[in-house]
């Protein structure tokens, strides 16, 4: 048992979401929290308490960076991973990505079978970091 | 992720992971719609990005690949490239339309006519294509 069981998810597409809740919910058991963006997300941490953050990169509005940065000024917080959704896959890219404190970054299109497994190692990471 | 790989899912999660595909796949004329209304090019853009992602996410790769090169292409100005691609992408969202309306269809088990075994027409009239579901590649 990781520990790992509350993850939002702040997508600005309900596609994307919808695959997201099946995925992690269904398939990984987790408690899903999806937000439609920035703000929405922003505005549920301290109801929800996320354990780890999924957070799409290209959002109208607030950005995934934007919202990054957001989160980070919350205690609640601290020591949370935050892992960007992106389909930037370039190394470069990536290494851009990393520069505003994510966790990490996993690339779309994401593998739905194993994301609930896949998250469990930025979970694991976060926690060693703190 | 392939279309076949859905089967790596257990067998009880299978059907749900298809009725949110093909709900996907119903609402592809409105993907379709927005990309080519957006008012700029930045919302066209980032119509075709969201497309993208969206696709292939549910296994619809091709659908995928096409909206991802239309977006480089779109991003580069280079429309004598973008048109092409983009014929290419109303075909295949226009199948995948198509397939989904097909199964609907057959589980409904209605006697209503359809697109079964018709091929999709392409029309100029954009609130009725909207209505039937069809995409104009033009």
Known sequence: MSGLIRVMCIEDDADIRLILDFTLAKLGGYEVLCCDGGQAGL?????????????DVMMPGMTGPETLQALRQLPLMKGVPIVFMT???????VTDL????????????????????????????????? | MPVADFEQFP?????EFLRLRRNFEAGLP????????????EKKVFA???????????GCNQIGALAREAEKWLKRADDGRLGP??????????????????????SAETSQSSNKGEPVCVSNDTERNSAQGVIDGN
């Not at chain 1, 505005?43 to 957070?55: A, C, H, N, T, Y």
């Not at chain 1, 520069?99 to 299109?109: D, F, N, R, S, W």
């Not at chain 2, 075909?91 to 309306?101: G, P, Y």
């Open chain 2, 85 to 106: 691609v983009m014929d290419r992408l109303a075909a295949a969202m226009n199948e995948s339309v198509a397939s989904s309306m097909e199964v609907s269809s057959a």
């Open chain 2, 11 to 15: 067998p009880a999660l299978q059907q």
């Open chain 1, 43 to 55: 505005d549920k941490i301290e109801s929800f308490r996320p354990q780890l953050v999924l957070l």
């Open chain 2, 30 to 41: 409105a993907r379709w719609q927005e990309i080519h209304s957006a008012s700029s090019h």
């Open chain 1, 87 to 93: 389909a930037k896959a370039m190394p470069d890219e």
């Open chain 1, 98 to 130: 990393l520069q505003y404190g994510a966790t990490g970054v996993i690339v779309k299109p994401f593998d739905p079978v194993s994301l609930p497994k896949d998250i469990l190692m930025y979970w694991e990471h976060g926690r060693a970091s703190c």
């Open chain 2, 48 to 58: 075709l990005h969201r497309l993208a992602g969206a696709a292939s996410s549910y």
